[in-house]
């Protein structure tokens, strides 16, 4: 079946740094992708929807200077959380969409920012 | 806009017990689609199973069904005979059917946590 990659899947870094997220569609091609935001104990909040080509398309109160996403390839999209922050301590997660299933999901990545 | 909403934060049973997941959500839509997805504690997210909302028979997959009331908007999953296996949050989800891709995107309910106890 359709698989995405997401890695890393755990980083640790300092604040003020920035780190990139890749999302990868391994046997599919994704003209779009999203990418999610999950505090502890809760819901999967959308932060962005990454089209292929083009620009982001971000929700409301998601800061797109913060959270730089590119869709370079069809089948790569990344996040770079920018000058990173505690408060960006978060777990990540990217989904794909293949003609069959609605999202095929990555195993996320959990950031942590000292 | 899409709300969905999970009224249940927390839910226990015994193995092999029969449990029922209530969602409810609020739309203007006609054509959509509802997903309930399951994330164990390796918070991979994983497809339970998918409702369209054209069709009238409720979904089936083997040991989890779901009882789809379009008229109420409501969207409650079963879970049969169930097993240790089964313990993860539970989130319930919508999606617009569009042939936009960048429509499609998942709106979803507030989850609830499941456990099975031996």
């Known amino acids: 079946g359709a698989v995405v990659s997401q890695h890393p899947s755990r980083v640790i870094c300092k604040s003020g740094t920035s780190v990139k997220i890749e999302c990868r569609s391994l046997?599919?091609?994704?003209?779009?992708m999203f990418w999610y935001r999950q505090f502890p104990k809760k819901s999967l909040m959308l932060m962005a929807t990454?089209?292929?080509?083009?620009?982001?398309?971000?929700e409301q109160g998601v800061e797109k200077d913060k959270f730089l996403i590119n869709h370079a390839s069809l089948t790569l999209s990344t996040l770079t959380v920018t000058s990173a922050h505690p408060e960006d301590s978060s777990f990540y997660i990217c989904?794909?969409?293949?003609?069959?299933?609605?999202?095929?999901f990555g195993d996320g990545t959990r950031l942590s920012i000292l | 806009a899409q709300t969905v909403t999970q009224s249940q934060p927390e839910m226990s049973v015994q193995e092999a017990e029969t449990v029922t997941l209530s969602c409810t959500y609020d739309?203007?839509?006609?054509?959509?689609?509802l997903f309930w997805y399951k994330q164990p504690p390796s918070r991979q997210m994983i497809l339970v199973i998918r409702?369209?909302?054209?069709?009238?028979q409720n979904a089936t997959e083997n040991r989890f069904s779901v009882n789809f009331q379009k008229a109420a908007k409501s969207f409650s999953l079963k879970i049969s005979d169930s097993q240790l296996g089964d313990t993860a949050m539970y989130f319930c989800?919508?999606?617009?059917?569009?042939?936009?891709?960048?429509?499609?995107?998942?709106?979803f309910g507030q989850g609830t946590r499941l456990t099975i106890n031996p």
């Open positions: 989904s794909a969409r293949d003609t069959v299933q609605p999202q095929h």
């Open positions: 409702q369209e909302a054209y069709k009238q």
């Open positions: 990454s089209n292929e080509g083009s620009k982001a398309t971000y």
């Open positions: 989800a919508f999606m617009k059917r569009s042939h936009l891709q960048g429509a499609q995107k998942l709106v």
């Open positions: 046997d599919f091609q994704a003209t779009t």
């Open positions: 739309t203007s839509e006609n054509n959509y689609y």
